[in-house]
């Protein structure tokens, strides 16, 4: 009899699809952890800490309270309402008439599924859509499961990486349909000022661009606020904010993200979602709303995870200076730090030959920055508690001193 065959041939639609490295490299950080290894964690881009008290209770209280059924798709009301009533503060310091409504909201199974929805959307085949790089590694492929073509806009590593509007410019063609910020920025930590954020927002408005802005690092910054697009936007015509909670009240597991954009959009990403997902998770829900509602006692928590993550940004920088031939992008949020390999410029693909030995030879998972579509450079993590990050970060430099 002939064997049954098994060999599996992708669909044209994901023939071109690479795994998320970013999740990779953690995966493996903790497979060689169950095998004994003692790894210290600096890829994965996690808040080590637990989710505040009143959060989880809250969504204890909503399963014996009955949310445990499916919701509307684009999530429950008062969660919708209580997101539009942040933006719109925000947006009222600026526009005083622009209130936002929660028909403009869709929640979603974490901003990633918010982004994937945003992106699937709003491009499709013969679209192109710029994206400032370093950037986050699944930018490129939802644009690419849209069948659309990311176009890397590189910037210049002495300005933070930050792209300029003339660099964006550059990039615009006929086809270029559509702009993905992100700030704070994964994987560089840089932060755009307020001054730079809205002429981005001009020259994509200019060339008549959707911005999809990335905003889920908003609340870690370690200087002035970091600057939402609703901060100084002149239209929210063609804009979509996403953000969630996983960030910045350490709600990565619960899964919850959103979009702020308009109705129609909003409606037509609500369909989208109705045959993937349906609604998201009816408890996390729910702890998102306490998220958003706890007043000052979860603001004062966040506030306590951002200058903890703070002295670790400190005390790894300090120790780096150590070693004036380290290169290290200076960053004023997120909780990564950009560092340039041993070898850049010379030996190729240089990041991943770093992050290779990091972890053989000393323990220390880091991502490459091929990830990030900058090869020479690797990506780490202070998720992590400070001694384990300080631990690491000498690891880094006696690995870079005799590469
Ligand atoms: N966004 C985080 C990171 O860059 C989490 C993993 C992922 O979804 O890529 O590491």
Not at 85 to 98: K, L, P, Y
Request: with cysteine; glycine share 6%.
């Amino acid at each position: 009899m002939t064997p049954p065959d098994t060999s599996f041939t992708p669909s044209a639609n994901i023939a071109q699809l690479k795994e998320s490295a970013t999740i990779a490299v953690s995966q493996r950080a903790k497979a060689l952890r169950a095998a004994g290894r003692q790894i210290i964690d600096l890829g994965a881009g996690e808040p080590d800490f637990d989710t505040p008290r009143v959060i989880r209770q809250a969504a204890q209280q909503a399963i014996d309270n009955g949310a445990t059924r499916y919701t509307a798709t684009e999530g429950i009301l008062p969660l919708r309402t209580a997101i539009a009533a942040h933006a719109t503060a925000r947006r009222q310091r600026i526009i005083a008439a622009d209130t936002i409504t929660p028909a403009e909201v869709v929640v979603s199974t974490g901003s990633k599924q918010s982004l994937y929805n945003a992106c699937f959307s709003l491009f499709g085949p013969a679209d192109e859509v710029l994206i400032p790089t370093p950037s986050w590694t699944s930018y490129y492929e939802m644009v690419a499961l849209a069948r659309a073509t990311a176009v890397p806009v590189h910037g210049c590593p002495s300005r933070g990486f930050k792209v300029t509007p003339a660099e964006l410019a550059a990039h615009v063609s006929a086809r270029t349909r559509g702009l993905i910020l992100n700030s704070p920025v994964n994987p560089t930590g840089s932060v755009y000022s307020r001054e730079e954020f809205r002429d981005l927002l001009a020259c994509a408005r200019e060339h008549n661009l959707w911005v999809i802005s990335d905003e889920i690092y908003r609340r870690i910054s370690y200087g002035a606020e970091a600057v939402s697009s609703l901060d100084v936007a002149e239209s929210r015509d063609r804009l979509v904010v996403v953000d969630g909670v996983a960030k910045a009240y350490a709600m990565t597991g619960w899964r919850i993200g959103w979009t702020i954009s308009t109705a129609p959009l909003a409606k037509a990403m609500t369909a989208l979602q109705s045959h993937t997902t349906f609604s998201p998770a009816s408890v996390s829900q729910s702890a998102a709303l306490a998220a958003l509602t706890g007043g000052p006692a979860i603001d004062a928590t966040v506030t306590a995870m951002v200058a903890e993550f703070h002295t670790r940004r400190d005390a790894a920088m300090a120790l780096l200076a150590t070693e004036p031939k380290i290169r290290v992008n200076p960053p004023d949020g997120a909780f990564y730090l950009f560092i340039e390999a041993p070898g850049a410029g010379r030996i190729p693909d240089a990041g991943s030959v770093f992050a290779k030995r990091l972890l053989e030879e000393c323990d220390v998972a880091v991502v490459p920055g091929a990830a990030f579509f900058t090869p020479d450079w690797i990506r780490i993590s202070y998720a992590a508690e400070l001694t384990q990050v300080e631990l690491a970060v000498r690891r880094i430099i006696d690995a870079y001193r005799s590469a």
